[in-house]
């Protein structure tokens, strides 16, 4: 997207020109936003009225509701395009109503659940536009006996994870790391955590989901159809309909399961143990998952700046019997008693989370807050294992940077075994590791986001040799508007083709069949939707 600091050059004559346009553009959006609103009082019902539920720029509280649920600041700043307004549902007719009204008026709606999209695509676009934000339909309900749930697009999964936790200690979910993603994005987008190894990705333990179409109708998995059900669980939802509940299979868990961090820095000899970890971490076994976190951190007091590495590991298991698979296995990682701890599973989602050891479990259910940081993320799938030389040539990047951090996510175990077209997401067998490349600044204005978002892409240039390639694959939950980008209100094929084939390989075009099918006229798009041709 590009941000109007880029489009606007100071010449007198395109001013002019372009002020008329916005003039314009705003008296059209004024008339389309007054009949929109107007719409939705129309489809009101008596017993669930929408008027609690519609935020525009005039309500005190809009700007509170927009940007608490924006993760990057670099789509948080004045030049950044707004809403018209913000519908935050409360019930099913007010998702129904905004389709309807939002389709007859002109106005774009962007789906919103978390708000952690890292390209701002739930919350921004290029042209006028409305949020549906489905924070406020978050209820969860468990059935333990059947090892199954319905969960609510705007239910996080931290609350996922503690509501399990309430029923049940020896039943899981596997899902990512960060607490307030929303299950929305997050599911429709593949979803990836610590026990995909043993159990695969989110989207490989959905049942049953409810979406509403461009129609405002309500389908169930039967309703919708095999296609587009197997579109929305990892194909992206927004290019499908808005997605009201998921109906996910829970995963068992041990009472306890055991976690470490160990750090490495090059004097420690991290360079051989990162390059062995590429060898045997998609071959331990599956009840064992291992992280690999590449930052900068201060050597001395003065400042200097080296790499450390740390390995994060879970295992479903005692330590007791994780020692002498890690020892046996991975050597090189020295991994001693002292380094585990063992706890309950819902714990480890804080561990994982960053909280230190023994914060309340209630912190699961803290609340998003404003951003704080501006970034760009990548990501990169790796087959054959980087050269040790180049392991170091990376860390002297990284550490030139300082701003950047790369983190490495072992595949092996289920991911191999599921079938590379049994959900939209295609990175299975063949892959040793996903990348992601975080950078990540503070400074406010465009020539620190010049500077940033410049390395960032020299850094992605450097990777090319020793990533997959042709085509070069990309994760789809950690969107990349770099890999290829429509504008926002018109689906190009031939682009779509473009960033369609790295996300999704050859299941591009059994969405492109499954879009046809449930939304033919193409009302739900962004900048990497799927175009129904
Ligand atoms: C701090 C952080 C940590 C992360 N950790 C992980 C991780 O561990 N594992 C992992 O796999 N990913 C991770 N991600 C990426 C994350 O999975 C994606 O950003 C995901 O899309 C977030 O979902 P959301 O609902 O919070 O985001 P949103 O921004 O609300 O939505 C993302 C996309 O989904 C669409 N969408 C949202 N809700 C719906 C709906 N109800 N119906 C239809 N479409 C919808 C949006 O329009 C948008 O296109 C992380 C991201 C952040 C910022
Ligand atoms: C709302 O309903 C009234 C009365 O039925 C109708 O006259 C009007 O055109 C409707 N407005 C919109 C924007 O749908
Ligand atoms: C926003 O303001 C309008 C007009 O005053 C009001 O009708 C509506 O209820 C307000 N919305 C919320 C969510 O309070
Ligand atoms: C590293 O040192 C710098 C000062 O040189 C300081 O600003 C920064 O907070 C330190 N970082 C950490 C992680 O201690
Ligand atoms: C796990 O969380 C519970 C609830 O907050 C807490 O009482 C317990 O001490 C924690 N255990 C560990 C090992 O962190
Ligand atoms: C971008 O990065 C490259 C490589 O680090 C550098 O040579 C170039 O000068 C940078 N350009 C800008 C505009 O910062
Ligand atoms: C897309 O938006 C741009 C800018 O608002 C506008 O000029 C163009 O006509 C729109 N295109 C379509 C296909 O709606």
């Known amino acids: 997207m590009p941000s109007m600091e880029t489009i606007l050059k100071p010449s007198s004559l395109l001013l002019n020109t372009l002020t008329i346009f916005f003039c314009i553009l705003q008296a059209t959006s004024d008339t389309s936003l007054d009949n929109f609103l107007q719409c939705l009082l129309n489809h009101s019902q008596p017993t669930n009225p929408i008027t609690e539920v519609i935020y525009t720029p005039i309500n005190s509280s809009f700007s509170s509701l927009l940007i608490t649920h924006i993760s990057n600041r670099r789509y948080s700043t004045p030049s950044t395009p707004k809403p018209l307004a913000i519908v935050a549902a409360k019930h099913e007719s007010h998702v129904q109503a905004t389709i309807i009204c939002a389709k007859s008026y002109g106005l774009q709606v962007r789906i919103r659940s978390g708000g952690h999209d890292y390209e701002g695509l739930s919350y921004v676009s290029n042209v006028p536009f409305v949020i549906l934000d489905m924070v406020n339909l978050a209820s969860i309900d468990i059935d333990v006996?059947?090892?199954?749930a319905w969960v609510q697009?705007?239910?996080t999964i931290g609350e996922l994870y503690y509501s399990?936790?309430?029923?049940?200690?020896?039943l899981g979910f596997p899902a990512g790391v960060s607490p307030t993603l929303g299950t929305g994005g997050h599911f429709s987008g593949g979803g990836y955590g610590n026990m995909m190894r043993k159990y695969g990705l989110s989207v490989d333990n959905i049942i049953d989901a409810q979406l509403i179409d461009a129609n405002g109708r309500i389908h169930d998995r039967k309703?919708?159809?095999?296609?587009?059900?197997?579109a929305i669980c990892g194909g992206g939802g927004a290019s499908f309909g808005v997605i009201l509940s998921w109906k996910i299979k829970l995963v068992p868990v041990p009472p306890q399961v055991s976690i470490f961090k160990v750090t490495k820095t090059i004097e420690e000899g991290a360079r051989d143990v990162v390059y062995q970890w590429q060898l045997v971490a998609t071959k331990l076994p599956e009840d064992l998952y291992i992280r690999v976190m590449h930052?900068?951190?201060?050597?001395?007091q003065e400042g200097k700046k080296i790499i450390q590495v740390s390995f994060i590991g879970q295992f479903l298991g005692q330590t007791v019997s994780l020692l002498p698979l890690v020892n046996e296995n991975f050597p090189e990682l020295g991994l001693?008693?002292?380094?585990c701890i063992e706890m309950p599973w819902i714990n480890s989602t804080l561990f994982w989370a960053e909280y230190p050891i023994g914060t309340p479990i209630d912190v699961l259910l803290a609340k998003h807050k404003a951003p704080q940081l501006f970034f760009k993320s990548r990501s990169d799938y790796v087959k054959k294992p980087i050269p040790k030389t180049v392991i170091e040539n990376i860390w002297d990047l990284i550490v030139k940077g300082e701003k950047v951090y790369m983190q490495w996510n072992p595949y092996?175990?289920?991911?191999?075994?599921?079938?590379?077209?049994?959900?939209p997401f295609p990175h299975r067998a063949g892959n040793l590791f996903l990348i992601q490349y975080y950078t990540f600044w503070t400074e406010e204005g465009i020539d620190a986001t010049n500077h940033y978002m410049n390395f960032s892409r020299s850094f992605y240039e450097f990777m090319?040799?020793?990533v997959s390639s042709s085509p070069r694959e990309a994760f789809l939950c950690y969107r990349d508007l770099d890999v290829g980008a429509n504008p926002s209100n018109r689906t190009n094929e031939d682009i779509a083709r473009i960033y369609g084939s790295k996300y999704y390989l050859d299941n591009f075009q059994r969405l492109v069949r499954a879009k046809a099918k449930i939304d033919p006229e193409n009302f739900f798009k962004h900048e990497q939707s799927i175009p129904p041709r």
Do not use: C, L
């Open 164 to 170: 399990i936790f309430q029923k049940s200690n020896v």
């Open 336 to 339: 001693q008693k002292s380094d």
């Open 464 to 466: 090319t040799p020793y």
């Open 223 to 230: 309703s919708m159809g095999e296609d587009v059900f197997w």
């Open 412 to 423: 092996g175990g289920k991911m191999h075994e599921i079938s590379a077209s049994a959900t």
């Open 153 to 155: 697009a705007g239910a």
């Open 145 to 148: 006996a059947k090892e199954t």
């Open 295 to 300: 930052e900068v951190v201060n050597a001395t």
